[in-house]
């Protein structure tokens, strides 16, 4: 089973562990996405990640 994830992120306002912070050019930032299948197993998982470098 596929899924299609969409999310448009603010680049002036990213959340870090630290509190929001502003994306910069160069930067490489890392992306997953945790799930809870809604099946009776209740079981999770995380996505593959992705990287995206700002340019």
Do not use: K, R, Y
């Not at 680049?11 to 929001?20: H, R, V």
């Not at 912070?21 to 890392?30: K, L, P, S, V, Y």
Request: with cysteine; hydrophobic share 40%.
């Amino acid at each position: 089973m596929d899924c299609v994830l969409s999310l448009q992120l603010d680049l002036a306002d990213l959340p870090s562990p630290f509190g929001s912070t502003m994306a910069q050019a160069g930067q490489t930032w890392h992306f997953q996405t945790w799930f809870h299948e809604p099946s009776g197993a209740g079981t999770s998982n995380l996505t593959n990640a992705v990287a995206i470098t700002l340019q």
